[in-house]
């Protein structure tokens, strides 16, 4: 605890102020990404009506040495600080331990100033996994993302020994009857891959985002940070966006007309186009998005056959307040009644307990 108050005393923790130094640190810091960016908070800020919470860290020299991305949402009787929201990476990023426990510790005064109930972080590196681990809060650990490292894994490796003879062919067909993917160049174009997207969330029993936010992230992000592909000819079947910085791309929204996704391997198709642009652009890396970790999910083992690797993420929910530690416990029992009972209830309760139980202020 000695060490916990030397570090908060010999670090500034307070709001952003430079765009400029921002970026440069998320060019050092592992584990940053796109989701970190400024650009990101500007597109989040547009689509959501609540404050923004950007934190750097300070050394004793005013040098830059950890920054932590977040917003407030809620009302006044009832808010959370979320890093964040509509985003499938996010949490601290901090150079040392001690930078990381100083963020802590002036992150948990600023929420209790804020009347925060508590806070939630999607955290990916260890460092930063045992750094916010808190004994007042609990951890989910269903999920995470799948990476294709190109320097390990590049196109040729994953054309010829991930994919089967059977993709192959099947990619190889397409092509041959003219179904090549495409980027979207025009937002004219944007309805088509927005039927796709909205119709294949629907089927799969999720609310799809609507078509103003997809018309704003292209206004905002391209084509710096933001790519749709679409294969098909005259009525397209599958879609995939992917945002990007330089160094990695994420897929994002991904839609596929189910009725050809038996005879085509639509989803590999999208990846494999998005793999072979991301190495042309010296990209290292494509994110495939979060992903359950169960690994029986069929989600979850498509992702693993384009050759990604799962990296499993912790969403760290610490209570801040009385109320939050209320909230998350009765979020811990819903969790507990659906694991317990899902295979036992009609359809529609179901439906009712996944909607509460996935309730992570994420839309």
Known sequence: MESMAKAYDRFTVKEVESKSEWDKFLEVAEGATFFHSLEWRGFLAKMLDCRQFYLTVRNEVGELCGVFPSFVIGSNRFKACVSLPLSDYGGPLTASREAG????????????DMRIS???LCLLEPFHIQLFRSNLGCADRGKGVVEIDLSRTDSSFVWNHVFSSVVRRKINRLKKLGLEAYELTSKCDLSEFYRIYAADMKHIGVVPQTFSYLKTMWEMLYPKNLRI???GANKPFGGLLVLKDHKVSYTYFLGIDRTKSLSHPVFQYLVWSEILKAESEGLGKVSLGSTPADQGDTHHRIKRDTGG????QEIAWIPTDSKGRLFLQIRGKVATLWRRSREYLPKETKSMIRALSKYTFNS
């Open 309 to 312: 690797i799962f990296r499993l």
């Open 101 to 112: 426990y100083a963020l802590y510790w002036r992150l948990m005064e600023a929420c209790a």
């Open 229 to 231: 592909w679409l294969t």
């Open 118 to 120: 508590f806070v939630r």
